[in-house]
């Protein structure tokens, strides 16, 4: 059931980031701010609970902002390989040219961001219900053996 929960928390977490990305992109084309205002906007909000990272980026806010996003995701727990380098690299990239390339840099890590969510997705769908059946059978033989 670990093993099953923790595919699910990946699916949830890049779909949490996908749309954090995109109402990122939004929020620079019409509100203007700041990318320090904008993400701090953007923590507030329910959807991105589980991108922990946010809420620490503001913790770190008193070096650049390319270093806060660095050092909150390196505090971010659990997260795949996959979308550890690839908040890294978007860490580095945002905050480093006009609005028109860090929306179009925006555009590209959400189309790596969605291969992502796509293996994620179909590894929960194939080989969550595989947990999840290993583990009730497991319990069975378990509870046979006990009696």
């Known amino acids: 059931m670990a093993a099953s929960a ?3 928390r990946q ?9 954090f990305l995109e109402e990122l992109g939004v929020l620079m084309r019409w509100n203007g ?3 320090p205002v904008l993400i701090e ?3 507030e909000r329910q ?3 589980p991108l922990s990272f946010l ?3 503001r913790l770190e806010m008193h070096t650049s902002f ?13 997260l795949p390989e996959g979308l550890y380098s690839l908040l890294l690299s978007m860490g580095e990239s945002l905050g480093t040219s006009d609005l028109e390339g860090q ?16 293996a994620a997705w179909a590894a929960y769908r194939t080989k969550g219900k595989l947990f999840r059946s290993m583990g009730l059978l497991g319990g069975m033989s378990a509870a046979l053996l006990l009696c």
């Open 66 to 78: 390319s270093e806060a996003w660095r050092a909150a995701v390196e505090k971010e727990q659990k």
């Open 41 to 43: 906007i953007l923590a």
């Open 33 to 35: 701010d700041t990318l």
């Open 6 to 8: 923790s595919l699910k």
């Open 55 to 57: 809420k620490r980026i």
């Open 103 to 118: 929306l179009s840099t925006l555009g590209q890590y959400l189309a790596q961001l969605e291969q992502i969510y796509q």
């Open 47 to 49: 959807t991105y609970a």
């Open 11 to 19: 699916v949830t977490y890049c779909n949490a980031l996908r749309l």
